[in-house]
């Protein structure tokens, strides 16, 4: 018995030591999982608590000013209002709606935060001439002194990951867009405690039955979580990670919180390489229209993505996406949403989408040069992620005007040069805001930025700071100054020769100043540089506002400096400006995401030449486009409309310019290739063809013809110099400085007057 006692009491200590053993593999088991439970608390707080989704600066271009006598045609409203997202509607009862009849249009204008104020939404009336707004008046009847629509998104600066996504309050979601939702993806969302075993177990039982998966089971809370804490990882760990951080997500936010960061968050679609999160900027995305402008089938068609974004997408894959969309709307009229006569109505709806101005890289170009001058006053992470709204002066009219004339001189080109590239500036005379930007020949698309990166020769461009250089001393020059157009040798510094030659080849002998830089004559710039002193037309090249270093030889009076045109806009917009320098603006104000007034940009023009010799300059330039080099500018403008400009063409005829101005805009054109081989291309038959035509289309203001203090205008014999009469022959009517006039007259007099003189010789 006593045998039996002891080994009975070995067994009770075996099982007290397994016992012990399992009680502390227990305790660490919990220990354990109560540090994963934590580290999942954590991150659930982390990505919850103090959310702040990466919010894109915005790139807003200027609101079109309807005004009576704006230059604007019916047809350039409409497109307009469509790149809006406005939809035309003949009772015009929502913001964001218009109708047209013939030339008189019904805008319902949307609210719209400006950088100086809140402008609310209304209606009005506007009725349309042949190019120009003719009236414009309030839904009373009342005129208007001008309405401004709200202006185009143009781009944006995204960050890293690219993100993007339009932030919303739930309060601002339309409850036909959430009801939709919570029918389609998650109809107990309010009851469950995020996770959902009966749809789980429903899912599953779907799809045995159809022997793929066609249901999920996830919870709305469970979709957010792997969203935005977890990986698209598929297995049963990650699937217990999201089903126990969506429970820790219900324990500590509301159900509206979780819905408005499921509704801001959810992946709904790609452009290029930018991703689409959230309804608010998928509505924008797939219709161009704010959220609450959508109707039940666009509606459906978004929380129709959710499922597949991808393999619904309706720009590739139009049918199945609205399959897709005829499923959902299928399951509103299930649970008696719908009637089926409304069910049959909604589901022959087409998908009506409408491309989003908003989208990265829709004008590339003026983007591009948009985030470098930010990048001057914000840092990088500011404009990724604090939803920054930036106003522009880019003008969406006048950027397709742009493109449609470099599209046109392409397209005549294009039998005689192969690959033939093209950039573009445009800017306002009176302001020196730009207000269009083309980067090469495909405007549309994102890539190498020759307008502001492509640094090339800008040949007889450079002729004007030379002549200015010269007519800035009047005691020395004026236009009628003789010139030499001879060959001319110059040793240079590392003792080479620098011997120059005309385009033609020849020379012209004595020319007299004008007629030199009208015609382009290299030799008599030549000598016309050298006579001046190369450091003084360096020194006018930087006060005419090229910052870049250029080196001082005698070469850069033809145009050796390689500059791009954003450079050569600045210089020529100075000339156009009457010597007023003012840096080129892309950017006016910038507000916070709320409107809130950041800052301004404000124009600070500065006096850096004298307007006198700039005006006598610009008579040349207007020489130049009336008979000389840039002659066929008036092959498309009006033979009495006042342009100046100036050719430009670079050594083998591998790059071509034109730069000129009218009362209202400058404009700097470039063509060339990018392999820097020769397109046979003179400035004349290459850039001046884009030049033209844009100012065809776009200005509406010569230059003005008005006096400058210290300039007079008299008539001189363009031949011998001599003033003379309006009436004789080779008079022409010309500036000069005062006290640069010519002194001697020539023998030309009035018939009456000769004769007199006849007679009173006989009496001598």
């Known amino acids: 018995m006593a045998r039996k006692a002891k080994k009975s009491g070995k067994g009770r200590s075996k099982k007290s030591l397994w016992g012990g053993l399992l009680i502390k593999l227990s305790l660490v088991g919990l ?310 006569e409304q069910l049959e109505g909604w589901k022959a709806q087409p998908l009506g989408l409408a491309k989003s101005s908003a989208l990265e890289g829709y004008y590339p170009a003026y983007v591009d040069l948009v985030r470098r001058q930010l990048g001057r006053d914000y840092q990088r992470q500011d404009l990724q992620t604090k939803g920054l709204r930036i106003f522009t002066p880019f003008d969406p009219v006048l950027q397709r005007r742009a493109e449609n004339a470099t599209q046109k001189a392409l397209k005549s080109l294009s039998e005689r040069v192969k690959d033939l590239q093209v950039a573009m500036v445009v800017t306002r005379v009176d302001s020196g805001d730009v207000v269009a930007v083309i980067g090469g020949s495909q405007p549309r698309y994102a890539g190498f930025n020759r307008a502001l990166d492509a640094l090339r020769p800008i040949g007889s461009l450079a002729k004007p700071a030379v002549y200015l250089t010269a007519l800035a001393q009047p005691e020395r020059y004026n236009l009628l100054t003789p010139l030499r157009d001879q060959p001319i040798s110059v040793p240079l510094a590392n003792g080479d020769v620098w011997r120059p030659s005309n385009y033609d080849n020849k020379s012209h002998g004595i020319v007299p100043l004008h007629y030199a830089l009208s015609r382009s004559y290299n030799l008599a710039t030549a000598h016309l540089g050298m006579s001046v002193g190369v450091d003084k037309v360096m020194d006018m090249f930087k006060t005419l506002g090229i910052q870049r270093p250029l080196l001082e030889v005698p070469s850069m009076f033809l145009g050796a400096a390689e500059l791009a045109p954003i450079e050569v806009a600045a210089m020529y917009q100075t000339i156009a400006a009457g010597g007023r320098f003012t840096p080129l603006r892309t950017i006016y104000a910038i507000a916070d995401e709320e409107g809130e007034l950041l800052a301004r940009y404000p124009q600070k023009p500065k006096q850096v030449i004298n307007p006198a010799p700039v005006h006598v300059l610009q008579y040349a330039m207007l020489e130049t486009v009336r008979e000389g080099t840039g002659a066929s500018v008036y092959h498309m403008l009006p033979k009495d409309y006042r342009v100046a400009g100036k050719t430009g063409t670079s050594n083998q005829t591998k790059d071509s310019w034109f730069a000129g101005f009218a009362g209202d805009y400058q404009a700097v054109v470039w063509m060339g290739k990018d392999d820097n081989s020769s397109t046979g291309l003179t400035g004349a038959s290459g850039a001046l063809r884009v030049w033209r035509q844009f100012m065809a289309e776009a200005s509406t203001e010569q230059m003005p013809f008005s006096p400058v203090r210290g300039v007079e205008y008299l008539w001189v014999d363009s031949q011998t110099g001599q003033l003379t009469q309006s009436w004789c022959d080779n008079a022409r009517y010309m500036p000069f400085i005062k006290g640069s006039e010519p002194r001697e007259s020539s023998g030309c007099v009035p018939d009456g007057q000769k004769a007199w003189q006849w007679f009173k010789g006989i009496f001598d």
């Open 31 to 340: 220990v354990v999982l109560a540090m994963v439970f934590a580290y999942f608390d954590a991150q659930v707080r982390g990505a919850f608590d103090h959310q702040q989704y990466d919010k894109p600066a915005k790139v807003y271009a200027r609101p079109l000013v309807l005004a009576t006598g704006a230059i604007l045609t019916a047809y350039e409203l409409e497109s307009e209002l469509q790149s809006l997202g406005y939809q035309q509607s003949r009772l015009v009862s929502q913001p964001g709606s218009y109708y047209r009849q013939g030339d008189r249009f019904s805008i319902h204008l949307r609210p719209f935060r400006f950088a100086d104020g809140m402008r609310d939404a209304q209606v009005i009336e506007v009725e349309m001439g042949a190019t120009t707004v003719a009236v414009v008046r309030d839904k009373l009847g009342q005129r208007l002194a001008e309405a401004q629509l709200d202006p185009l998104v143009i781009g944006g600066v995204y960050p890293g990951r690219h993100e993007d996504r339009l932030m919303m309050g739930l309060d601002e979601v339309p409850s036909m867009m959430i009801e939709t939702l919570l029918q389609v993806e998650d109809n107990g969302f309010y009851h469950h405690f995020g996770i959902s075993p009966r749809s789980i177990i429903r899912a599953m039982i779907a799809n045995i039955k159809a022997g793929r998966t066609v249901q999920g089971g996830s919870t709305l809370t469970q979709q957010l979580v792997k969203n935005t804490i977890l990986s698209n990882e598929r297995s049963l760990w990650r699937k217990a990670k999201e089903a126990v951080m969506s429970i820790l997500t219900e324990v500590h936010y509301s159900k509206d919180r979780i819905l408005e960061a499921y509704i801001n968050e959810v992946y709904l679609g790609q452009e290029g390489n930018r991703a689409i999160h959230g309804f608010g900027l998928a509505a924008r995305h797939y219709y161009n229209r704010p959220i609450h402008e959508l109707n039940l089938a666009q509606t459906a068609m978004l929380v129709g993505l959710v499922k597949g974004p991808s393999y619904y997408d309706p720009w590739r894959h139009p049918e199945r996406a609205k399959t897709r969309r005829n499923i959902v709307l299928g399951e509103l009229a299930e649970r008696g949403w719908l009637t089926p």
